[in-house]
């Protein structure tokens, strides 16, 4: 009788075992699931809606180690970010993606974001030997600088080296306060003066004011004949010190050849550009910080979205607007007297690639690239015309798009707002530092940052051609890919082309890196 009894203790003690087994087993089952969804992510962990990432210590992206783990912190949203304005993609994890599906299939994480070739080439901005200390000073150039931020800081390079060749002292350059963006700021509101002063040192004296004892001195005011060379200055303008004391340049940008100039003058113009025109210590801050926040959710497009009102009634582009829209624009350029194009055929500008790409077709030309819909995108951009109404397309397509108002609060972007080139100063920064840069249009923002990142080892960039119908179903075409630092017309080619010198930085302010086995060989034939 004793049987029955001693099958059934049996049983019970195998449910237990049995019961115990399935849940160590549901157990590591989930476990594994939880290891699965974020394997290495290369995105940072945004499953708390309330929280801006950010980073908190220097960091590198290796592009080859796509295995490497990434590790991030966080730090509370900004102010202005609260539980019912938070971005809708911070409300779940982004996931990551080793393989991407594109237009044309899968992509490789890698190619997306990977690096084109150096080619060797490096920064060679350093004076030949023969280069002195500047010489006994004639007189003084004052300079009224016009335009945006991007045509100012061109032309000031320009100017530095204008000082050079007419052996002028340089007055701090006065920023225009007459465009369309009325910015009041000055120079040491938007570049680093002290430093812009003592890094000219050696080349140009730079001095912040004009002397008391010369403020009433009669001055000429000329207008420099666009795109001249050194005999225009050397023999006309520094003629002008035998007359007058002070010289002011009405204006700056594209006053000075690309080209068939000293090399030394040339090497100037890029000390100046990327060397001693550094923006101001608040502006740095900034913008390092909103490259920080940006950075924390991965790898990172900088989108120039050249979409807003000053851009589209200047050029005439009224493709994708209403009819009030469209007149708006051109009642803005009617009254705008120094644009002195008046009457545009918006689509003869279209169809010749005068105009920037809309939202909508930047999404559309981004998808075809194969960037999948939870790539993070930086808007780099003022008020984009039209608001959510034009930017509604693209934003179902790319969710994460950012702008230094989402990362930034309104307190830590007081110090800038109302200030357009102080504001575009951060779009700079931003752009820049991007892994991937993309202008909707080749505007000077758009040059200057390209040009900027070549000469930091030409980082990639990606310029759509508007001129081929991409949109229209008629013709298929492709970006224009930047592989290297020689693009377009270069060197002697570029006199009075259209590719501004700070544009390519090649030949004139990257050089060819001397490998060690070839200085070895000549030292050995020595």
Same mark, same amino acid.
């Given at each position: ?28 089952? *989930? ?25 908190? =210590?220097?960091?590198? *992206? ?22 019912? =304005? ?28 990977? =690096? ?23 007189? +003084? ?9 991007? !045509? ?10 204008? @000082? ?29 003066? #002290? ?27 000329? %207008? ?8 225009? +200055? ?10 007058? !004391? ?24 890029? $000390? ?24 924390? +959710? ?13 851009? *589209? ?108 080139? !102080? ?11 991007? #892994? ?11 040059? @200057? ?8 080892? %030409? ?16 013709? !298929? ?5 930047? $592989? ?15 590719? @501004?010198? +700070? ?22 034939? $020595?």
């Amino acid at each position: 009788m004793q049987w029955p009894w001693r099958r059934r203790k049996v049983v019970v003690v195998l449910r237990k075992l049995l019961t115990c087994a399935i849940c160590v087993i549901a157990l590591m089952g *989930l476990l594994s699931v939880r290891v699965h969804v974020f394997p290495s992510s290369k995105v940072s962990d945004l499953t708390d809606p309330y929280k801006l990432p950010t980073v908190t =210590q220097q960091h590198e *992206l290796n592009y080859q180690k796509l295995s490497a783990e990434k590790k991030w912190t966080q730090e509370l949203t900004p102010p202005h970010l609260s539980k019912e =304005q938070a971005p809708p993609h911070l409300s779940k994890a982004p996931l990551s993606s080793h393989k991407l599906n594109g237009a044309n299939g899968s992509l490789d994480f890698e190619k997306l974001w990977k =690096q084109p070739s150096n080619r060797d080439f490096v920064p060679c901005v350093q004076p030949g030997s023969n280069y002195t200390a500047p010489d006994e000073s004639r007189g +003084y150039l004052l300079v009224h600088t016009n335009g945006g931020l991007n !045509q100012m800081r061109a032309g000031i390079c320009d100017m530095v080296a204008v @000082a050079r060749i007419i052996n002028a002292t340089l007055v701090v350059p006065e920023l225009d306060k007459r465009s369309f963006w009325q910015d009041t700021s000055n120079f040491s509101d938007v570049f680093d003066e #002290d430093h812009f002063i003592n890094a000219l040192a050696n080349d140009v004296k730079v001095i912040k004011k004009l002397p008391k004892d010369l403020s009433s001195a009669t001055k000429v005011v000329m %207008h420099f004949r666009s795109w001249s060379g050194l005999e225009y +200055y050397r023999d006309e303008i520094a003629s002008l010190w035998e007359e007058f !004391q002070v010289i002011r340049a009405a204006k700056s940008d594209s006053r000075l050849a690309n080209n068939h100039l000293p090399p030394d003058i040339q090497k100037l113009r890029c $000390r100046a550009c990327y060397e001693a025109l550094r923006f101001s210590p608040k502006i740095e801050a900034m913008g390092k910080l909103l490259v920080d926040r940006m950075r924390a +959710y991965g790898p990172f497009i900088a989108l120039h979205l050249r979409y807003e009102k000053d851009m *589209l009634a200047f050029s005439g582009c009224t493709h994708g607007l209403s009819d009030v829209e469209a007149e708006e624009l051109r009642t803005i350029r009617e009254n705008t007297a120094y644009w002195k194009i008046k009457d545009i055929n918006a689509t003869e500008q279209r169809s010749r690639g005068y105009c920037p790409l809309t939202p909508t077709e930047v999404g559309i030309f981004l998808t075809g690239l194969g960037y999948p819909s939870n790539t993070p995108i930086y808007i780099a951009a003022g008020e984009i015309y039209g608001g959510d109404t034009h930017m509604a397309d693209l934003r179902s397509r790319y969710p994460i798009l950012m702008s230094k108002e989402k990362l930034a609060s309104v307190e830590e972007l007081e110090p800038f707002t109302n200030h357009a080139s !102080q504001m575009a100063a951060l779009d700079y920064i931003v752009s820049v530092e991007s #892994d991937v840069f993309i202008p909707s249009y080749s505007g000077n923002m758009a040059r @200057a940052v390209e040009g900027h990142r070549r000469f930091l080892g %030409h980082r990639k960039t990606i310029s759509p051609d508007r001129r081929v119908k991409l949109f229209s179903g008629t013709q !298929q075409g492709s970006p224009r890919r930047r $592989r290297g630092p020689v693009s377009g017309t270069k060197g002697m080619d570029r006199f009075r082309s259209e590719e @501004a010198f +700070y544009v390519n930085p090649l030949p004139d302010c990257l050089c060819k890196r001397v490998s060690e086995n070839v200085n070895a060989s000549t030292a050995s034939m $020595r």
